[in-house]
């Protein structure tokens, strides 16, 4: 009987590294395939795809797979940027690794992975993958400080069907402790941030390379001007760093943040103190909705859900449920509940899908 063929996404950087080693010392035929997927103003100083590729290229030889190399810019760019733009566009901050993960990461290439004899894909991400009464599930990884289940929950049952997670079950520190066992280049490689086609780049800068500036006034909620936006698109809720204005603080002392944006006066909402009522709710309606099981979770029963990546699971209930929306409601209120991000939905370990912010309620 012949080996299974695992086709992996191998980025350049460690956690794919050791994801490609495990699965070829577990006895699969391993094929590495290094995904390009901006090329746009590509420089080695914001977006190290050449070194990238330089470093997938060592490891492959190291362990002994092939490496191929596709580019998927055009499908990123019509199936991804283009929605990050609208998004920034309207007033509200998206995740855009959720759709590069549902479109390109788990659609583009796995079509391509399946054109190349695969029976399965693989991935560095660190979530887990269970089959339960012939539904796959996706968990949590065992690591909750590295769990991306969050940039995860727009799978479906087929790509999850054809999907390992090989880091699922390992410890950050473990995977880094196999990668210098081994002697792999990427052993000591820092870890990507951000949003590849931004990379460190400054992100003002990156925006207004696509979308016209449109500064405005910034105000209080009584309508008491107090500094001057740089456009509303460059602004998040819940933000304290960089509105200039900490000089204008009146009598309490305290800091300010973006509570709202009025995009039809072109007006940045702002307050002073973390604990302003005005950046708190007890919940929210949230749009785009997608469940892994193929059928939305029943109402009124106790979950949790995350309305941001680096947030503790916040124990709520789906209120109301309609076909293309639901109201979410928590137990206690939550902090700067941001439209365009997603709320995702939990199950203890198990994470049953969610949607995009629509509003706070």
Known sequence: MSKKRVVVGLSGGVD????????????????????????????????????????????????????EAVNFSKEYKERVFQNF??????????????????????????????????????????????????LFQLLKAEDGSKDQSYFLYRLNQRQLSKTLFPLGGLLKREVREIAHREGLVTAGKKDSTGICFIGERPFREFLNRYLPREPGEMQTPEGKVVGEHEGLMYYTLGQRQGLKIGGSRESNGEPWFVAGKDMQRNVLVVVQGHDHPLLSNDGLVASQLHWIAGEAPETHWVYAAKTRYRQPDAPCEIDRLEENETEIRFGQPQWAITPGQSAVVYESQVCLGGGIITRAV
Not at 22 to 36: A, H, I, N, S
Not at 39 to 48: G, N
């Open 16 to 67: 794919s590294s050791v994801t490609a080693l495990l699965l070829k010392e577990q006895g699969y035929d391993v094929v590495g395939l290094f995904m390009k997927n901006w090329e746009d103003d590509d420089t080695d100083e914001y977006c190290p795809a050449k070194q990238d590729l330089i470093d997938a290229a060592a490891v492959a030889d190291k362990i002994g797979i092939e490496l």
């Open 85 to 134: 733009l609208e998004e920034y566009q309207a007033g509200r901050t998206p995740n855009p690794d959720i759709f590069c993960n549902s479109e390109i990461k788990f659609k583009a290439f796995l079509d391509h992975a399946m054109g190349l004899g695969a029976d399965l894909i693989a991935t560095g991400h660190y979530a887990q993958v269970r089959e339960k009464n012939g």
